[in-house]
């Protein structure tokens, strides 16, 4: 049974944790919003009313203004000021003047009482003084009905013309005119103390102030104000506040959801491509190089579990390391000596041959056989020292070599293999690149390439061709030799380098051996490729002489 890791759920706590500080973040943030959005909604409700009072009464204080300057206000406060005193100092009688009267008060209005009633008595009226009084006082109740009438009219012109005037009622202090236009007034509704406003719905205004006539207080006009454009403008600015505040509540809403879903998707991702390969690769590392099964998953974390699966790995790939040093040792070891074992018979056998013969025939050894018991013994010599060769350790002096120091040397040592074989093209001068390194080792370097591209291109006939060059390039200076033989068989192209591996039949296999020591000892480089057209071409890149290096053969 697997046991259970601990990185998973470490990463759903995380994300549990994550989860919730992300939510509360959002809900503090929203909670935030609301509080200062509804701030600002009722600030700005706020300012609107405030408007539409300050509207109102601006509107009613020029209502007033131009009322208390209208002459026909003046005539009805006097003629109610002329019938309340009238009424508090006699009583009215029940029997209406005469028609005679009326004409004479109304025609003498101006005057006193007595002079009225003086002239009706000439003009042969029978009245009393009294009679005169009541006279004079429906003369002025018809006059002030007449007089509230034209200004009533006036009012209604106002209201019906007024953007925002929707009714107008006026009353008089002593009570005598009450003028109404427009809609109604509620009659006994009243601002609080210290206010001139009142808001009787989200449609309607009341404006109460007061009306003077000649610095004097008149009476209370009632003016009823429309505020219903305003007020819907208002509603509307809310309604749109509430709505974008909606909208923004349900992005953060929806934002918060998709970062929800986000996280689960990346914890399931985490969890598939990060905790199923970790727990999948520290089981392959506890499982490699061992016969049993991949041990369970222990009661830890993936990650220490990975780190501890890797240090054993990193044992075991030492041992297994040392192992394989080992085996390949012993394999090349095998193969050397096989090898060296070969070619020593190779090189031995005649010289046994003809020493059995010798012993055999019972005679004595001529100068001719030593002088074929000592080439095959040459030849035995020759192997062991390009054998030993390449394993030297230390090489000769070095220093700094014009071509005709040992390019130049190799090709007059390998002139006679060159009469009546392939073609050998010369492309090296004097003016070619100096560079430094062993001397004998370098012409044997040389010699070893040059004999194998000759026996390579040997194969083509008199076709057969051998190009040497030597040049300097950006990387340093490049030993060409190039041949256009049949090229490198695939079976050895990747060993041509090791002991005893060749592709001719009479070949040691170990020239190109005894070529790669040499030139590793002295750090430069050397690799073999396909030619162009068929054949081989070997590089032997020198690398760049140190700048200031002075040269030991002068100009």
């Known amino acids: 049974m697997r046991a259970t890791g ?15 500080a992300v939510a509360l973040c959002t809900l503090v943030s929203l909670t935030l919003l609301v ?71 109304q025609a003498n209005v101006e005057l006193p009482d007595t002079l009225i009633w003086y002239r009706a008595l000439q003009m042969g009226l029978a009245v009393t003084l009294g009679q005169v009084e009541d006279a004079r006082e429906t003369v ?10 034209g200004i009533e009219e006036d009012l209604w012109a106002r209201v019906t013309f007024s953007d925002h005037l929707r009714g107008v009622r006026l009353v008089s202090s002593g009570g005598l005119v009450v003028l109404q236009a427009g809609e109604e007034v509620p009659p006994d509704i009243h601002p609080p103390a210290g206010q001139a406003t009142l808001d009787l719905s ?19 006009a009632f003016l009823l104000m429309d505020r219903g454009v305003l007020g819907r403008v208002t509603t509307e600015i809310t309604w749109t506040l509430n709505g974008g505040l909606l ?7 929806l934002l918060l959801g998709s970062w929800v879903l986000w996280w689960g998707s990346l914890m399931k991702a985490l969890r598939r491509d990060v905790v199923a390969p970790v727990v999948e690769l520290a089981r392959r590392m506890e499982g490699w190089a061992r016969e049993e099964k991949p041990v369970e998953q222990p009661d830890l974390g993936e990650p220490e579990w990975l780190g501890q699966a890797f240090d054993g790995l990193l044992v075991r790939m030492e041992e297994q390391k040392e192992q394989l040093l080992t085996a390949q040792r012993l394999g090349l070891m095998e193969r050397i000596g096989a090898g060296l074992s070969h070619e020593l018979n190779n090189a031995l056998n005649p010289a046994r041959l003809r020493l059995e013969e010798m012993a055999l025939e019972g005679r004595t050894p001529t100068r001719d056989d ?56 010369w492309e090296v001068s004097e003016e070619s690149p100096l560079l430094t390194g062993d001397q004998q080792a370098l012409i044997q370097v040389a010699m070893n390439l040059m004999l194998n591209a000759r026996d390579a291109a040997a194969q083509r006939g008199e076709e057969g061709a051998v190009r040497v060059s030597l040049a300097e390039e950006p990387g340093g200076v490049v030993l060409r030799v190039e041949d256009n033989g049949p090229g490198i068989p695939e079976a050895v192209a990747g060993h041509l380098f090791e002991p005893f591996v060749t592709s ?18 002295m750090g430069v480089s050397i690799r073999l490729e396909p030619r162009e057209g068929g054949g081989t071409r070997a590089l032997v890149l020198f690398p760049p002489r140190p700048a200031g290096e002075e040269d030991d053969h002068g100009p």
């Open 370 to 425: 030593l002088n074929k018991l000592r080439e095959y013994l040459k030849a035995a010599q020759s192997i062991l020292r390009d054998f030993s060769m390449a394993g030297r350790r230390s090489l000769g002096p070095s220093g700094v070599l014009r071509p005709g120091d040992w390019l130049c040397v190799a090709r007059r040592l390998l002139e006679p293999h060159f009469e009546g074989g392939p073609k050998l093209e």
């Open 504 to 521: 001719k039949e009479t070949g040691t296999g170990l020239g190109l051996f005894v070529v790669d020591a040499l030139l590793r000892r």
């Open 247 to 253: 909208i923004l509540a349900l992005l953060l809403l």
């Open 35 to 105: 509080v200062v959005w509804r701030g600002q909604i009722r600030e700005i409700r706020r300012e609107m009313d405030d408007y539409v009072r300050g509207e109102g009464l601006a509107v009613g204080r020029t209502l007033l203004y131009d009322l208390a300057s209208d002459p026909r206000v003046l005539k009805v406060h006097l003629i109610e000021r002329s019938l309340l005193n009238e009424a508090s100092e006699m009583d009215k009688s029940i029997v209406p003047p005469p028609p005679e009267l009326l004409e004479l008060v």
């Open 6 to 20: 601990r990185l998973e759920p470490r990463l759903r706590g995380l994300a549990v944790r994550a989860a919730l």
């Open 202 to 220: 989200r449609e309607r205004l009341l404006v109460v102030l007061p009306l003077y006539v000649q610095t004097r207080r008149w009476g209370t």
């Open 140 to 149: 002025y109740e018809k006059s002030l009905r007449e007089t509230a009438l």
